[in-house]
């Protein structure tokens, strides 16, 4: 490796209302393990208002320099001041990789600053790796998942990937020595596009399906609402939550959410119990990283069979009603 | 609105994907045999386009970079409603990735002129990097917005604009030009009247290669990429694909048997 080029890797710190986005987190553990091998520092970038104590967390997580926009411009998120304070940043600095998450601002941020700054960008990556020079590659699902790519950048810098939420794993919190450092904020006198008129946020309860140690997801085959019920027993009895795949989010049996796959979330609990899932590639790149799959479809030719750990061929309806009591006379006993 | 830009891709009709294949050799994706429609969110897109002609009259151009015989999937465009079409097709185009595709749309979008929004999908369904809104808008010197819900004219010539997020939505205005790309939850698209096809068949293709845009060589195509493809495989799975068998007692005993195996509940 060449010792000399600026191995930094800077991670963009995302916030809403002062809230991190969880993958800001999975990022900064994922770029301590490139940092580490490239020989590199690595960089939080936070933009907004009155987010300074936002910095704390993220050199716990592992950033060493916590780059902090705080302004009244930059409280609520809009493309083009995040681009242009974003922007110049990297051209001071000069980072070696830039990741962002693949969150509805992280993908409409990270293709702009990367065409501002004339590199590439790679999309929804599921892993990130360095090559024997040092060089990021990244790899991409494409075609709903069911080809993945390896893409490189190699005359370009920084470096740039979108990367899918729960796709990487946040460091434990512990801590550690980190720096602030505050960038001035000298937004330009031109068009900054559109005026935020309304912000209005619908707070979901539950458990996030990223976190959770069990899942049981439901597919087109669950059939309707109160199948559906069924699966949320299961899940509550095994202190799991509930994820889909896109029909039953269609039908609305399933919150948007709770969608697994490509362009839902990417989960990896220790058990996948999946029920009426006919095991499309959009959903399978979301849930193919679990650690024991369990899939219970009556169709013995389903395609979600390819990845399983255990299969089931019955009606799901027929099994899950027993396994439920069966589980619960387990737990009472005890 | 004045005039309305729609950009389409032709894509691969999932429903044969299974028939994709990969050339060892050159390690390409070999598609022969798999016909083409249009992306599907960009239906989404067109029809917000036709809704907003609807209202306040104008002009909706179709804009995709494709080969040639992507016509056919642009007359589908041109059936639902839009005037005319402009298909961007050369050699040297191919090979493009989100960066050089954006610089030939936005070469596109500056040849046909005078425009007050250009409207995408968020996505397509084969490459789906969701790259080239916010790369041709930058290369167009426009703002944009992505994952957008709904969209409305207010006074003088502005656009009132519903942006999906996590968990809820912003609701922003918008003067124009503007580039926007839109989720499938926008609105349902119409379906193409046969009085449509018929009328698609007089209208107007206009097909332009590298000599009518002009863009720098060094910019598109494969040589213009910066990202680079350094391997590509399908998928394989290495699960146990263990299958329980049994009457259905026997199967959820086993069940039972490996949750408390993996440790998920304790006892």
Redesign the interface.
Known sequence: MDKKRNRDVWVFAEQ?NSEL?DVSLELLGKARELADRAGGKIAAVLMGCQIRGISRTLINHGADTVYVADDPELE?YR??PYTHVFENLIKEHKPDIVLVGA???G??????L???L???????CIDLKL?ERGDL?QVV????????????????RPQMSTVMPGAMRALMQEERKGKVEDVPVDLPDS??????????????GEQPLEKA??VVAGGWGVGNEENWELLEELARL???TVGATRPPVDEGWARE?QMIG??GKTVRP??YIGAGISGA?HH??GM?QS????NINSNPDADI??????????DFK??LP??IE??KS??GK? | MNRIIVCVKPVPD?KH?DK?S?DPETKT?KREGIPNIMNPLDKHALEAALALRESHGGEVVLLSMAPPFAKTTIREGLAMGADRAVILSDRVFSGS???AT?EILAAGCRWIGDFDIVLCGNQS???????????L???LDL?????VTGLEESAGDNL??T?????????????VP?VLSVRKEINKPRYTSFAGILAAESKEITMLSNKDLCVDLERIGLVG???????????K?E??????EGT??D???K??E???Q??????
């Open positions: 809403r986005h609520n493309l083009l969150t509805a601002m993908v409409e941020l990270a293709p702009r990367a065409a501002r004339r590199t590439g960008l790679s999309a929804h090559d590659l699902p494409g075609w709903g998942g069911g080809i993945v790519a390896t893409i490189a950048c190699p005359d370009h068009n900054m596009g559109p005026e935020i008129l309304e912000i209005e946020r619908v707070v979901a140690d069990v095994l202190g799991g959410g490509q362009s220790t058990l590639m399978v790149v193919d650690k024991h799959i369990i069979f390819e990845t399983s750990d255990v299969i089931v061929t019955e027929k099994i027993p396994l069966k589980i387990r737990i005890r | 999932p994907w994709l990969m994706l990735d989100s960066l954006a369904i084969d490459g789906s990097t969701a790259q080239v809104c916010s790369q808008a930058e290369m703002p944009n917005v992505m994952h009132i604009i942006q999906k997020i996590e968990n809820g939505y912003v609701k922003l205005a918008s003067g503007v990429s910066l990202t680079k493809m350094a391997g590509l495989e399908v998928r799975s699960r146990k694909k263990e299958k329980l259905i007692d199967i959820v005993e069940l039972v490996r949750i408390y993996y440790g998920v509940i304790e006892g």
